[in-house]
């Protein structure tokens, strides 16, 4: 998926060094996006060795939030 810099969809946007291009197993990634649909916000982070961080904020049944983490890594 590509976006651009400047798209709506980021609050902030910060990238320092090269472009990147990393592959992850999809089932890996489908708890993370059925999450995604409770999610008020989601926060994604990709570090120099393409470690995929998202974590979401979810808001509970009673009212305060959580923050749910996920990690993966890349498929070589």
């Known amino acids: 998926i590509e976006y651009a810099r400047d798209s709506p969809l980021f609050d902030a946007f910060e990238c320092v060094g090269d472009a990147q291009q990393h592959t992850y197993k999809l089932p890996l990634l489908q708890p993370c ?5 409770s999610a008020s916000k989601t ?3 990709m570090n120099q060795n393409g470690v995929l961080s998202l974590q979401h904020l979810i808001k509970t ?3 305060t939030y959580s923050i749910i983490d996920f990690y993966f890594m890349p498929f070589h």
């Open 33 to 37: 996006v059925k999450a995604l649909t």
């Open 43 to 45: 926060q994604l982070r």
């Open 61 to 63: 049944s009673d009212g």
